[in-house]
């Protein structure tokens, strides 16, 4: 158990819909990672967010957007959903001031668009 | 951009033999960390080890070992005595400011 919870484990939706997932980082992690992994695609980097603050984006749509809370904990927005989407999206976290060390991962959520 | 190559898509190894497996990178960074993270078919993402590059000394974790060569940019991962439980795909990253992925390699272990 690496100490990152996400929530929900799966979700199924329709195209066009919208989505938000969950993510709490370890104790003490101030720095929050969103990834999409999809078959074809490997494992992409979305945003970071550090302490509150956009900190870094990666490949992320338009139609996603995040958000990181005065608690820590993230969201991670996915909205005019796409079969294209359908994927495993996980949360990270890392130590604070620590962007070059090792990130923990969630378990991840399977999002499924139907 | 940095980049990493995981050039081997799957490996297979007998069960209590070592297997070795590749990972390539392109950076002009001089400070980073590299990775070897492990994907079990429950799909978490679990780290292996780790290497800091600023380090000569090669990581050990257990039965893990990496054969880090800066120069020639390569991060290979060694898996000694191998279990059916380290069945799994391994993905190679490379940390400057940002965590890039390999593309993976399947590792299957045969009892």
Redesign the interface.
Known sequence: D?GVTQTPKHLITATGQRVTLRCSPRSGDLSV?WYQQSLDQ??Q?LI?YYNGEER?K?NILERFSAQQFPDLHSELNLSSLELGDSA?Y?C?SSPRLA???????G??T?LTVT | AQTVTQSQPEMSVQEAETVTLSCTYDTSESDYYLFWYKQPPSRQMILVIRQEAYKQQNATENRFSVNFQKAAKSFSLKISDSQLGDAAMYFCAYNGNKLVFGAGTILRVKS
């Open positions: 690496s990672y490997g494992l980097f970071q870094a990666g495993l996980f990270a962007e070059l060390y090792e990130q923990y991962f378990p991840g399977r």
